[in-house]
């Protein structure tokens, strides 16, 4: 470990003040300058507790917020507890005979002093600074995540299709996470969804060669782990049947990226074997009652039968679906030009909808949820309210320069300026044309099928629609209910994994998600990809919809949407109005605007999401205002109403 | 009632570490109800927050009634919280407040200890 001198630490501890512009050296200024130094003694020791020194570093500036916008004194004077902190380490030094100040000298003070904000996060992340100081002490210099355990042996299970490489970094995460095993066998690579995350089943050994029960192994970005374990602990833990795939042990990080992982034990069948509902959808002998019979009671007592009344907002519950509502490219704040619109909760959606290129806009009062620091971005949003909403009205901003201005997640920002590079109509408007329509994506209508001639076009509806109210009801839902998050054990028994949005929401969500994943993953390869023949299918829905059967001239399509019909029939059951099924479409359509955008399914499927959104606004247009979704009369929170 | 004393301790900010000792007889107000402590910016508070701009003028109070302390935002502009889990609660009207227990007063986090 090189030498890091206590200047060194406090002029890296000086910046990062300035960079959360404090203007004084605290006791967090501090902490962070030593878990920044490179492979140091404090990012060692976090690391083997499972956090990114990222992750804490976020932690404590989300307790200390930014400071003020002008500076109230001059200089950079230490805070009390500062002094304090530094007179503790300097007496270490001193009774160890030394005349320098170590990084261990100052994190021993700041531990043992005990109150200051590093302490008081590290408390709440369950780290016991007693505990701390004790290994702080035992440590040797070397750090202590330096001892790579590469001889950890990975093999591959039969079943493991060679033909897809693993990253180096998931097998160094998988390294550090079992490096108490003799060795594991990579079994197989379970698809993941539409997000970054990779997914294994891994078996591993003991030392005396003993095989130990499979784990799912979720390898994901640290901030998306880390978030995911405490979400689990909140809305999971407590309400899981008690046989199901739960999460082991805390995350496990790894310096050398920002990848971190979790395990959840997974029980597999009676041939050894796992598999997700992608797979075993074919050989379930009847899908739709699996779906009805056992996903659904499983789960449902304590998910989503405990439902309650919940009239709200649309938006608040699907808005964060959708693209970012503007992409800005950032200006520093002293260029705002005063023509600037400005941006602000509650937001005018047709203020922005119609913006140029080059637009100046004013946002203010925007939270950060997400810093993409490899490409100089912030992603910001409304912040506010429930789970949903507060992602709702994602801004994404370019070209920040993020070394010289600290953003951190969960910080307001009370005004940032930019000039618009996108916007949302333009980006969804993109996505269509990537799937290359057979229509005009700026009518009003799209072409139907044979009974419905014409359908609404979804790119003309869904602002209005995410104006209106829905009367559902709300309880714990799993956020992400795609077939792949869906394991099917022994015994055909369910589990579910992967909680990483698991909240309290909108309970027709993980239904109407089901249904799309449905559609993507066992009606759509059997069907040809082309527009004429997603229009067909569209026609097949619509009776569905209509709760009429599947005509036995179409035995193939019939079997087909049996599992779709077994969706509606728990749907039925979950909606909050018996046969209002306006909050069900509302769900449809929002889930099914966010998945003709997806990369990661076919073209052939996209447009088939297109359509259902289209259908589903169809229904929502022929269903009474009382009927689930309702038009607004006054003026609500927004304010933002449009004359018809 | 005997003279009582309570520390308020600033845990954050500039001022992060200093102490402030309050006495039933030389700060605040008592009467028979209680006694009670104002939180602000303006100097003449008994918790003066000079170097924070996001605390208000007059921005909380803290009451001690029947042995009991509790918190009061007085309808400040930035709010004030009681620190928990996951985000921080923000504060309407009276709540209790535990000696030791972390609040925070615009971007001022204190707490009471005995």
């Keep these: 470990m090189a030498k890091v001198t206590l200047g060194d630490i406090l002029i890296n501890a000086r910046q990062e003040s300035i960079r959360m512009r404090h203007y004084y050296l605290g006791v967090e200024h501090l902490f962070i300058s030593l878990l920044e130094i490179q492979g140091g003694l404090t990012a060692s020791l976090l690391e083997s507790y499972g956090f990114t020194p990222r992750y ?11 400071g003020n916008r002008q500076r109230l004194w001059a200089g950079m004077p230490n805070t009390p507890r500062a002094d304090i902190v530094l007179g503790i380490a300097n007496d270490l030094a001193l009774d160890d005979g030394r005349s320098e ?28 600074p007693e505990g701390l100081i004790d290994r702080a002490r035992s440590s040797s210099s070397q750090p202590i995540t330096g001892m790579t355990p590469s001889y950890l042996r990975i093999e591959f299970g039969s079943g493991f299709d060679v033909s897809t490489e693993i990253p180096e970094d998931h097998l160094f995460v998988m390294r550090r996470m079992f490096q108490t095993s003799a060795r594991i066998r990579i079994e197989r690579r379970l698809l993941g969804g539409h997000s970054s995350a990779a997914l294994y089943v891994v078996t591993p050994y003991g030392v005396e060669g003993g095989m130990q029960s499979p784990l799912v192994v979720k390898i994901d970005h640290a901030d998306s782990i880390l978030e995911e374990a405490a979400r689990y602990e909140a809305h999971v833990r407590s309400t899981l049947p008690p046989l199901t795939a739960r999460l082991e042990d805390k995350p496990t990080t790894v310096e050398t990226s920002d990848l971190a992982g979790l395990r959840y034990t997974f029980v597999v ?73 400005v941006v602000r909760d509650p937001v005018k959606i047709h203020q922005v909808r119609d913006l140029d290129y080059g637009a100046p806009v004013v946002i203010e009062d925007f939270t950060v949820i997400r810093v993409y620091r490899d490409l100089n971005s912030i992603q910001l949003t409304i ?33 940032m300026v930019g000039r618009v590079y996108e916007t949302r109509a333009a980006l969804l408007m993109q996505a269509l044309s990537a799937l290359i329509p057979d229509f005009d994506g700026a009518d009003d209508t799209i ?80 069907m040809s990809g082309e527009w004429d023949s997603v229009r067909f299918l569209i026609g097949y829905l619509a009776l569905i919809n209509q709760g009429q059967e599947i005509p036995g001239t179409a035995p193939e399509i019939r079997r087909a949407l049996m599992p779709i019909q077994a969706v509606r029939a ?58 689930g979704a309702e038009t607004r009369t006054t003026g609500g929170a927004s304010g933002s109403f449009d004359a018809p | ?38 939180i602000g910016r303006r100097e003449e508070n008994d918790v003066c927050l000079r170097n924070d701009t996001y605390v208000s ?24 919280f009681l620190e928990d889990q996951f985000e921080d609660a923000r504060v309407s009207g009276t709540v209790p407040l535990e000696s030791g227990q972390l609040f925070r007063v615009g971007r001022t986090w204190l707490r009471l200890q005995s």
């Design chain 1, 56 to 66: 804490i570093v976020d932690a404590i500036r989300r307790v200390a917020g930014k």
């Design chain 1, 101 to 128: 100040i170590t990084e261990r000298d100052i994190l021993t003070a700041i531990l043992d002093e005990g109150a200051g904000i590093p302490v008081r996060v590290l408390r709440r992340l369950a780290i016991e």
């Design chain 1, 269 to 341: 069948d009676a041939d050894g074997k796992s598999r997700d509902l992608r797979e075993a959808a074919g050989s379930l002998s009847n899908l739709g009652e699996w779906i009805q019979k056992s996903i659904y009671p499983y789960f449902g007592k304590t998910w989503w039968n405990q439902r309650y009344p919940y009239r709200f907002p649309v938006w608040t519950e699907y808005d964060w679906l959708l693209p970012p509502l503007l992409v800005l490219d950032y200006l520093p704040e002293h260029d705002a030009p005063p023509d600037a619109v």
């Design chain 1, 383 to 415: 912040g506010k309210g429930t789970e949903a909403s507060r992602r709702a009205h994602k801004i994404l901003v370019r070209g920040i320069n993020l070394s010289e201005f600290a953003f951190f997640r969960g910080e307001i920002v009370e005004r």
């Design chain 1, 447 to 526: 072409p139907g099928s044979e009974h419905l001639v014409r359908l609404p076009n979804p790119l003309r509806r869904y602002e209005s629609l995410l104006e209106e109210f829905c009367n559902g009801s709300l309880s714990k839902i799993h956020g992400d209910m795609h077939l792949g998050n869906i394991l099917v054990g022994a015994n055909n028994t369910p589990f579910l994994i992967d909680f990483a949005q698991t909240r309290d929401g909108h309970t027709l969500f993980d239904w109407a998600m089901l249904e799309l994943s449905l559609l993507n993953e066992t009606v759509m390869p059997a």
């Design chain 1, 570 to 627: 728990v749907a039925e059951r979950c909606l909050a109005r018996p046969s209002a099924w306006g909050e069900y479409y509302i769900a449809l359509a929002m889930a099914a605007m966010r998945a003709y955008g997806w990369e990661t399914i076919s073209l052939g499927a996209r447009r088939l999401m297109f359509y259902v959104a289209a259908l589903a606004f169809h229904e929502l247009r022929e269903k009474k205002p009382d009927d």
């Design chain 2, 1 to 38: 009632m005997d003279d009582m004393t309570i520390d308020v301790a600033i845990m954050s900010g500039v001022e992060d570490g200093t102490l402030l000792e309050m006495a039933l007889s030389a700060n605040g107000s008592a009467n028979d109800q209680g006694w009670t402590l104002s």
């Design chain 2, 57 to 80: 003028r007059y921005h909380a109070l803290i009451h001690f009634r029947d042995g009991k302390w509790y918190l009061e935002d007085c309808n400040s502009k930035n709010g004030t």
